[in-house]
């Protein structure tokens, strides 16, 4: 592995810009997205790299949540029925008491042609302009690059051709970002993984999980070389399909001599609880008799990696919303132990919301974007206090 050297630059920033988001069994609903002029933003951001660890900086993190379903939304922006994002959302998320947001990006449907790959401008404005809007509010932000599965496959077959865009793609984004400060955070891959290939989602086989490291690697490297602020900047690598399971987080390797290195963990536990599986074995209530599930999780997090000198972030986690609405009673019960349990080996969490708290494929909202109000007052200020 190339070792990274360290340097330290601050430059200045005449940047502005911003973008669009969704999940992996999200379902796309109709509609086109309008045409946005990107506010003009005149704040001067020239970022403070304070030089800190990754451990260091990440402990900084508390609640989090995700923008999802919007800029990595196939189609656009609004395509999979969220509004356009205002500064007044993420003003509310920030008011509330959050400190970190997550903003998944789909790059690679905004891209044009081998071998530059180059992102729309427009596109690529728009994201900075909402990165702008949480930078504004001292939030920590996370920019990713995420549904990309249909190109960024990792397998021997497809690994060349996806390493040429991912590494293109990458060296715009870094260098459009390059003069922010270290509140900005790069997530190199979300749930990389063959679809439908064996193992999908527990760890894939040993070819996808050294295709995974391959393109850990080149995003590292790839951030690094840009110079500048990225040459410390924190980067996130994560596991195949972000999976938390042993043969996956200890098949993860890491660059050497880099001390601003993370791992992305996602970590919907338990499957039963978190998600309408429609199975005999979903769960409705939490009770405490599947603690140890969630303590297991976290457990493995701390001696394969934590304790290791690998801080973790959950950059996705939640519960679906179950009927009753008006009655967010279980979610809170399980969030407390799940949360409780995280900080206390120091891992933040990022909340997974794609807008949807009654209709649409997969309820994990709980904020009202379209009103600018939360669904859930009770789950919002269970993360916040818990964090705090």
């Known amino acids: 592995m190339k070792t990274f050297k360290k340097l330290l630059c601050v430059g200045l920033s005449t940047l502005m810009i911003l973008a669009s988001g969704c999940d992996k069994n999200d379902t796309p609903s109709k509609g086109t997205e309008e045409t946005k002029k990107p506010e003009v933003v005149t704040p001067d951001r020239t970022g403070e790299m304070r030089d800190l660890t990754a451990a260091e900086l990440v402990a900084e993190m508390k609640g989090g949540w995700n923008l999802g379903n919007t800029f990595d939304s196939i189609g656009g922006e609004?395509?999979?029925g969220n509004p356009a994002t205002t500064k007044e959302m993420i003003d509310a998320i920030a008011d509330k008491g959050f400190n970190t947001i997550r903003i998944p990006v789909t790059w690679g449907q905004f891209t044009g042609a081998a071998p530059d790959y180059t992102i729309k401008t427009e596109f690529l404005d728009r994201v900075q302009e909402v990165v702008n809007y949480a930078i504004d509010n001292d939030m920590y932000v996370i920019v990713n690059s995420h549904h990309e599965e249909d190109w960024r496959i990792p397998?021997?077959?497809?690994?060349?051709?996806?390493?040429?865009?991912?590494?293109?793609?990458?060296?715009?984004?870094?260098?459009?970002?390059?003069?922010?400060?270290?509140h900005l955070i790069f997530e190199g891959l979300n749930e990389p993984r063959v679809k439908g290939g064996t193992n999908e989602w527990n760890g894939g086989t040993e070819e996808g999980r050294e295709c995974v490291n391959r393109l850990?690697?080149?995003f590292v490297e790839t951030v690094r070389e840009t110079g500048g602020n990225n040459e410390t900047r924190l980067l996130l690598i994560t596991s195949f399909a972000a999976t938390s399971t042993y043969n996956a987080i200890t098949a993860v390797t890491f660059p050497e001599n880099d001390e601003h290195i993370g791992m992305s963990i996602h970590a919907y536990t338990p499957y039963a609880f978190t998600y309408s599986p429609g199975q005999s074995w979903e769960l409705f209530k939490w009770d405490g008799t599947k603690n140890y599930e969630i303590d297991n999780l976290f457990n493995s997090l701390k001696g394969n990696l934590v304790d290791k000198g690998i801080p973790v972030i959950i950059t996705e986690y939640g519960a679906v919303n179950k009927v009753p609405y008006d009655d967010d009673t279980e979610v809170v019960n399980w969030l407390t132990h799940y949360l409780t349990t995280a900080k206390s080996v120091g891992i933040p969490c990022i909340w997974w919301d794609n807008g949807y708290y009654t209709n649409g494929n997969?309820?994990?909202?709980?904020?009202?974007?379209?009103?600018?109000?939360?669904f859930s007052d009770e789950i919002a200020d269970t993360i916040v206090g818990i964090y705090k």
């Open 78 to 80: 609004t395509a999979w």
């Open 155 to 182: 397998d021997n077959e497809h690994i060349e051709e996806a390493s040429e865009k991912h590494i293109a793609i990458w060296t715009q984004v870094a260098e459009r970002f390059i003069d922010y400060g270290d």
């Open 216 to 218: 850990n690697h080149e």
């Open 362 to 374: 997969e309820n994990f909202g709980i904020f009202d974007r379209n009103n600018v109000k939360w």
